[in-house]
């Protein structure tokens, strides 16, 4: 079993920069790919950023390209997501995931989701 706490979110104004962090507990997290997705009011859930059990693999959705960063401190157990540029459009609830194998972009492929985190970006 693993447990997914996420935290950091927030109100911010566009143009500003969060740090979303997700602890994770139970014996998987080191060998296990992890995620961030957001799902925004009347919206799908969507894939965000990825990145590999080692570390060594990093995955962006094309909206975020540039302006996130996804990293992972293995010893702590958790997984960061840094954003910068922050707008309008990035205001959803964000979650964090893990899966077994290799990293990708659907949601349904994860195992184990975090409660998540609302991030929200005035204009």
């Known amino acids: 079993q693993v447990q997914l706490v996420e935290s950091g979110g927030g109100l911010v104004q566009a143009g500003g920069s969060l740090r979303l962090s997700c602890a994770a507990s139970?014996?998987?997290?080191?060998?296990?790919?992890m995620g961030w997705f957001r799902q925004a009011p009347g919206k799908e859930r969507e894939f965000v950023a990825a990145?590999?059990?080692?570390?060594?693999?990093?995955y962006d959705a094309n909206s975020v390209k540039g302006r996130f960063t996804i990293s992972r401190d293995i010893p702590k157990n958790t997984v960061y997501l840094q954003m910068n540029s922050l707008k309008p459009e990035d205001t959803a609830v964000y979650y964090c995931a893990v899966k077994v194998g290799i990293a990708t972009m659907l949601a349904g492929a994860y195992n184990y989701w975090g409660q998540g985190t609302q991030v929200t970006v005035s204009s």
């Open positions: 990145i590999s059990r080692s570390g060594g693999s990093t």
């Open positions: 139970g014996r998987t997290f080191s060998s296990s790919t």
